[in-house]
C-alpha cells in the first residue's frame, strides 16, 4: 500500500507539471482530469491504510486483554486454595481477607487495561498522522507520464485562428516520444469539448477533423513556406498556422514519402452561373503529422458534426461547421476586427447521405424566422472521395438533436438591414406616395 501511495503522489506531481506546461484549453482539460482521478484514488488509497492501522491495533489491545485474564485467574484461584487449606481464622481476619482479595482483583483490572490501551493507543495515532499528512509538494518535474497515453479525440474547428506570437518551438523528436502529438500542434482555436458556460449541450462541438495520407510538396520550388499535398492523383493545398508545424515539415521534408496527416477541410463555395460549371475548392489544414492510426479513423475518414442543410451556393447537402463560441476566439476577434468575416467563415462541407433520419434544412425566404423548418445538429463519420470532391456517409457517431452548440456568426455587412426594418422602409415610402398624390 506505501509503494502504491507514493506511486500516486509522484504522478499526482507530474500531472501538475504537464498542466502549466499545456499549450491549449484542451490538454489543461485532459491534465486536469487525470488529476482529479488521481487524487481520488490517493484518498481511497489513505482511507484503506487507516483501516487497516486500526484494525491492526484492535487486534494487538485484544492480544494483551487476552494474556493479563490468566493471570488475574491465577491470582484469585490460589488465594481462594490458600484460604480452603488453612484453618478457619478469627473474625477479624476473615473480615479482612475478602477485602484484601477485591483490592487486588480492582487494582489488577483497571490499571493494566487501561495503561495498556493508554499506551498503545495514542501513540499509534500520532504516528499514523503523522505519516498520513501529505508533505509539501516539491519542484515540478516536467517528464512526460505514461497515463496520457489514453487522452480523449482531439477537437478541432472549421477554420484555424492565425498563430499567436512567441509560441516555442517544439523539436521532431519529441513528436515520436509523445502519445499527444496531435494535440501539441492544434491551433489556438481548438474548442473545450466539456465547457457547460460555453455550449448549451455539454458534450457537442462543430467539428471537421479526419486523416488523409499523402506526400507533402513545395507548392514552389525557390520557397518553403507553401506546401501542398499530394492524395492520389489530386493536389491540394496544405494550410500551415503553426510555427512549429511549419518548423517540423521543414527539418522532415522528403517529396517522396507518403505520410499520415491529421487534418481538417476548408471548402469554398463559388456563386454559381446558370450552367453552375464553377467546382468548389478544397484545402487541408495541418493539425499533426501521425505514425499510425488514430482517434478511431482510417485513411480518408473524419469525423464531422454541424448543421444538416442546404445552402444557396450549392446543389446538393452539406454539414456546416460553424466556429465555437469560446473565450479565446472571442477576444482574438475583438482585436483584429477587420479579420473578423474571414475567422468567423463557417465550413459547408458536401456530404452525400442517403436515407438521413432528418431531413436538412433548407431557408425559405418567404417565411419568418420563427417558421422555417427544424435545423438539426448531426454527428457523423464520413468517407473523403476525392473523385466526386464531396464526403460519403458511413455511420452516425450520436443522434441528431435540435439543441445547437454556442457558435459565433461572421458580422453582417453594414447596409444590411433586417426583413422587419425594410418592411417599414417601404411602408412608408408608400404612405410619403399617399399624401403626395
Known amino acids: 500500500m506505501a509503494a502504491s501511495i507514493k506511486e500516486i503522489q509522484q504522478n499526482i506531481i507530474k500531472i501538475q507539471g504537464l498542466i502549466k506546461q499545456a499549450q491549449n484549453p484542451a490538454q489543461k482539460k485532459t491534465f486536469s482530469e487525470i488529476l482529479n482521478n488521481l487524487q481520488g484514488q490517493l484518498e481511497e488509497a489513505l482511507k484503506k491504510q487507516k483501516s487497516t492501522q486500526k484494525t491492526s ?3 494487538e489491545i485484544q492480544k494483551i486483554v487476552k494474556s493479563i485474564e490468566p493471570e488475574q485467574k491465577s491470582t484469585t484461584e490460589s488465594l481462594l486454595a490458600a484460604k480452603l487449606q488453612s484453618k478457619p481464622l478469627p473474625e477479624t481476619t476473615q473480615k479482612l481477607e475478602p477485602k484484601s482479595t477485591t483490592k487486588t482483583t480492582q487494582k489488577l483490572e483497571p490499571k493494566s487495561t487501561a495503561e495498556t490501551t493508554q499506551k498503545l493507543e495514542p501513540k499509534s495515532t500520532t504516528k499514523t498522522t503523522q505519516k498520513l499528512e501529505p508533505k509539501p509538494t516539491p519542484a515540478i518535474s516536467t517528464s512526460p507520464l505514461s497515463e496520457t497515453q489514453n487522452t480523449p479525440p482531439i477537437q478541432a474547428e472549421s477554420e484555424p485562428l492565425p498563430e499567436p506570437p512567441n509560441t516555442p518551438v517544439i523539436p521532431p523528436e519529441q513528436e515520436q516520444k509523445t502519445s499527444v502529438e496531435s494535440t501539441t500542434i492544434l491551433s489556438e482555436s481548438e474548442p473545450i469539448a466539456k465547457d457547460k458556460s460555453e455550449t448549451k449541450t455539454s458534450n457537442k462541438i462543430f467539428q471537421g477533423l479526419g486523416i488523409i495520407e ?3 510538396i513545395k507548392r514552389f520550388e525557390d520557397n518553403d513556406k507553401y506546401y501542398n499535398v499530394v492524395v492520389g492523383e489530386k493536389t491540394y493545398k496544405l494550410i500551415i498556422h ?3 508545424v511549419l518548423d517540423f515539415v521543414k527539418a522532415t521534408y522528403n517529396p517522396d514519402e507518403t505520410q499520415l496527416l491529421l487534418v481538417y477541410p476548408n471548402l469554398v463555395h463559388y456563386r454559381q452561373p446558370k450552367e453552375r ?24 475518414e473524419f469525423r464531422l ?8 451556393l450549392y446543389s446538393g447537402t452539406v454539414i456546416s461547421v460553424h466556429r465555437n463560441k469560446t473565450e479565446h476566439l472571442k477576444h482574438f476577434v475583438n482585436r483584429n476586427k477587420d479579420r473578423a468575416k474571414n475567422l468567423l467563415r463557417a465550413n459547408h462541407i458536401p456530404i452525400f447521405w442517403e436515407d438521413s433520419p432528418v431531413k436538412p434544412f433548407q431557408y425559405n425566404p418567404n417565411l419568418d424566422k420563427d417558421k422555417q423548418a427544424d435545423r438539426y445538429f448531426v454527428e457523423i ?4 472521395l476525392p473523385d466526386r470532391e464531396q464526403w460519403g456517409f458511413i455511420e452516425l457517431l450520436g443522434e441528431p438533436t435540435l439543441q445547437l452548440p454556442d457558435f459565433m456568426k461572421p458580422p453582417k455587412p453594414g447596409g444590411t438591414k433586417s426583413k422587419s426594418d425594410n418592411k417599414e422602409k417601404v411602408e412608408k415610402m408608400n404612405q410619403e406616395l399617399d399624401t403626395k398624390q
Not at 305 to 312: F, K, P, S, W
Not at 381 to 384: D, E, I, P, T, V
Open 242 to 244: 503553426r510555427r512549429r
Open 57 to 59: 491495533q484492535k487486534l
Open 214 to 216: 499523402g506526400k507533402i
Open 305 to 312: 458534426c454541424g448543421i444538416y442543410q442546404q445552402i444557396g
Open 381 to 384: 463519420k464520413a468517407q473523403f
Open 277 to 300: 460549371t464553377l467546382p468548389l475548392k478544397i484545402s487541408f489544414t495541418i493539425v499533426a503529422v501521425l505514425q499510425e492510426l488514430r482517434h478511431g479513423l482510417k485513411v480518408n
